[in-house]
């Protein structure tokens, strides 16, 4: 199923600026093949739900690998069955 995902990672306990996580976590989404749009508060990202969750644990588990021990996830999911849309889509459809 095509999703409209809008992720959001918080490594806890790692003090005030959490960037070095956030730019490994970016990379990792660059490296997806996935349709991402990074935000000030997160990533929007479509795609299979399947691969969506998938990349979501790839995140997590690399900020394990980093030694993050407390990880605060929001995982919003949009879906649209009655047509194809894209994230641009719905942009261009409120301009």
Excluded: W
């Excluded at 990672?9 to 996935?34: C, D, H, T």
């Amino acid at each position: 199923m095509k999703v409209s995902a809008d992720l959001c990672i918080v490594p806890m306990g790692v003090g005030p600026s959490v960037s070095p996580y956030v730019r490994a976590i970016k990379a990792i989404i660059e490296s997806s093949g996935l349709t991402a749009t990074m935000h000030p508060n997160g990533t929007n990202i479509e795609g299979e739900l399947s691969e969506i969750c998938a990349l979501a644990e790839r995140c997590e588990a690399k900020l394990a690998e980093l030694g993050v021990q407390r990880t605060f996830f929001t995982l919003i999911f949009s879906t649209r069955r009655d047509k194809d849309q894209s994230m641009a889509d719905k942009l261009t459809a409120v301009s």
